[in-house]
């Protein structure tokens, strides 16, 4: 009985030792491993396994990346006429669009066009940039289409903005320029859309580009701010 209970006891403390020395991190055998490790490529690298032996694909024809949706005017001389004619803003005319445009305004533009889009911004002042014309000139005759058509593609001297910017705010700035142009050319002063601060949120849809998620411009108290519907939805 004495020998059954120190072979027991010896067979425990030597399963507690190897019990013990184990590794909490990592299995200490796996089955079928590669389901555990995912092999991994490098960027740009060559392997057999992929096609051309390129792990580089370029994506599938006619697909559209996440989030962006595709912009229908080409950068030609025919585009930039089809924009000037054809190109709305969807946004309302509201006061927190206004000053949401504002803001990205003072961001992206106003170092070369000025604060008050007269072309004489920071970077024109130091003879950085010269020959920006204002927005109210006679020879550009700019518009909601030209404004956002160049922002997207660029134009002379200045550069796309696509990838800087959403597509709403694009929009939010397009508006503020058009503000500034009706501003040097002394018009009346725009009326704001029903839908003011203290009233509901303006619910700014832009058809045919993501009307299951409208974008929400607002001031939460600490600035202007634009979040999706669906991020609205849960606050």
């Given at each position: 009985m004495k020998s059954s209970f120190r072979r027991y006891l010896l067979l425990f403390i030597f399963a507690a030792s190897v019990i013990s020395c184990a590794e909490d991190s990592s299995r200490n055998y796996e089955y079928m491993p590669n389901m555990?490790?995912?092999?991994?490529?490098?960027?740009?690298?060559?392997?057999?396994?992929?096609?051309?032996?390129?792990?580089?694909?370029?994506?599938?024809?006619?697909?559209?990346?996440?989030?962006?949706?595709?912009?229908?005017?080409?950068?030609?001389?025919?585009?930039f006429a089809a924009a000037r004619a054809n190109l709305k803003n969807p946004l309302p005319y509201t006061e927190d669009n206004l000053a949401a445009g504002k803001q990205l305004y003072t961001i992206y533009c106003a170092v070369c066009?000025?604060?008050?889009?007269?072309?004489?911004?920071?970077?024109?002042?130091?003879?950085?940039i010269?020959?920006?014309?204002?927005?109210?000139?006679?020879?550009?005759?700019?518009?909601?289409?030209?404004?956002?058509?160049?922002?997207?593609?660029?134009?002379?001297?200045?550069?796309?903005?696509?990838?800087?910017?959403?597509?709403?705010?694009?929009?939010?700035?397009?508006?503020?320029?058009m503000k500034l142009k009706n501003d040097l050319q002394g018009g009346p002063e725009r009326e704001f859309d029903q839908t003011q601060r203290g009233a509901e949120p303006a619910r700014?849809?832009?058809?045919?580009?993501?009307?299951?998620?409208?974008?929400i411009?607002?001031?939460?108290?600490?600035?202007?701010?634009?979040?999706?519907?669906d991020q609205e939805n849960q606050n």
């Open positions: 555990y490790h995912t092999v991994t490529y490098e960027t740009y690298g060559e392997y057999p396994v992929f096609e051309n032996g390129q792990e580089a694909k370029l994506p599938a024809e006619g697909s559209v990346p996440r989030g962006w949706m595709p912009y229908p005017y080409e950068n030609t001389p025919e585009g066009h000025g604060d008050n889009g007269d072309g004489q911004g920071i970077l024109a002042e130091r003879e950085k010269l020959g920006i014309p204002p927005y109210d000139d006679a020879g550009r005759n700019i518009n909601e289409g030209t404004v956002y058509h160049v922002m997207y593609y660029g134009l002379n001297n200045m550069g796309s903005y696509a990838s800087q910017t959403t597509i709403t705010e694009r929009w939010l700035i397009d508006q503020y320029v700014n849809l832009i058809p045919a580009i993501n009307a299951e998620k409208p974008i411009v607002k001031d939460n108290g600490r600035g202007v701010s634009t979040t999706s519907g």
